[in-house]
């Protein structure tokens, strides 16, 4: 079987750490199962790219990892002190157990105040903050940030009160559990807390809300 080469597995690796660059849809085929020959097509505006490749056992559990969770209870967030929330810093530990959220759906943003694609996610989150509540839709942003001025900087667009940083950054146990391999990465979470979806971009967590409420679609 031809390994395939250092220049396809560089573009896939960047992709996954790089979830927000690409931007409208990415699909994965297999159409040739049998020869572990995977074929993904990369869609940006009308240009599409595809881009075909041999890929070895590690590049095929990264693409598992993708949607491992999908369909599964999300993992609890655990937030080891000290945190720094919305009001202020605490000295202990925090857990939010996902099985009791309290909403009909959830949202975890994964971020970096430094990160300028999930500024992005923040504003578009902001805009439809009020929409999303009417659905009883719940927030939680993780951040990234390795201090407190890098957190404070994008507080201002967090309407929701649901705002943590551990300090430990990307190798903290939220970002592990949920397997985040690049920022922003979003999920929908059900009331049982079920991972619903996974993606870069918030109106594709929105439209899975809306075509399970058809009679309140959010806008």
Known sequence: MKKPTLTFALIFIFLLLCPGLYAQEISLHFPHFAGHQYEWKIFQGKDQITVQAALSASVKNMIASVKILTGTKGPDLIFQAPVLTQTGLINQDIT???????????????????????????????????????????????????????????????????????????????????EVLGVPSLFLLDRAGIVLGKTAMVDELIKIIDERNPNNRSQ
């Open 96 to 178: 939010i157990e996902t099985a009791n959220l309290n909403a009909d759906y959830t949202i975890l943003l994964f971020y970096q105040g430094e990160c300028p694609l999930c500024e992005d996610a923040l504003i578009d989150l902001a805009n439809k903050h009020a929409r999303l509540k009417e659905q009883n839709a719940r927030v939680i942003a993780i951040s990234a940030d390795n201090t407190e001025q890098g957190f404070q900087k994008k507080l201002a667009y967090q309407q929701w009160p649901d705002n943590y940083c551990d300090f430990i950054g990307m190798a903290g146990e939220n970002f592990n559990s949920y």
